[in-house]
Each structure stands twice: as C-alpha cells, then as structure tokens.
C-alpha cells in the first residue's frame, strides 16, 4: 500500500499538523536567537550553546528535530532526552 498525502486524509492532516507545529518550533528558536540570555536556561537554550569536540553546533534542522524528539518523548525523562541529542 502506497500512503496517500491528501488533505482529506489522515495523512495529509498529520503532514499539516507537523508542518504548523515546525513553524511554532522555527518561531520559538528565532524568538530565542535574538533574545538576551537568561539567568535561567531552558533545554533550547543549552541545545543551542551546545558545541562538539570540533566547536560545531547543532543545526536549525537538529534544533527543531531535537525540540519535537523533547516534546513527544515528554513522558521519558529530560537525562535521556539530552542524551538522544548528544547521540
């Protein structure tokens, strides 16, 4: 069977569910990227700052992978979360 992406279908409203929510997580990161640092960091924020071994950071498209991964692995706790994104 051949999943079919039309609007009318499960499919296709999940594909424009995920497509609203990526434009929330896109906002929130620019929104964080301009912003002044906090006294108090969120997960974002220390996703953001992170660097590699190389200085590398993460990405915009490992920030917002990194971001849904947190958001609907909520029930697990935030060590494994920050582990699955240093992984």
């Known amino acids: 069977l051949v999943p079919l992406n039309l609007p009318f279908l499960a499919l296709g409203k999940a ?18 990227r301009t912003s002044p640092p906090s006294a108090t960091k969120c997960s974002l924020e220390i996703m953001m700052n992170y660097k590699d071994e190389d ?11 990194q971001c849904l991964v947190q958001l609907f692995a909520g029930h697990d706790t935030s060590a494994a979360s920050f582990a699955s994104a240093l992984w």
């Open 15 to 32: 594909m424009k569910a995920r497509d609203e929510l990526l434009k929330i997580i896109e906002n929130e990161i620019e929104k964080k």
């Open 55 to 65: 200085g590398n950071t993460l990405s915009f498209q490992n920030l917002k992978d």
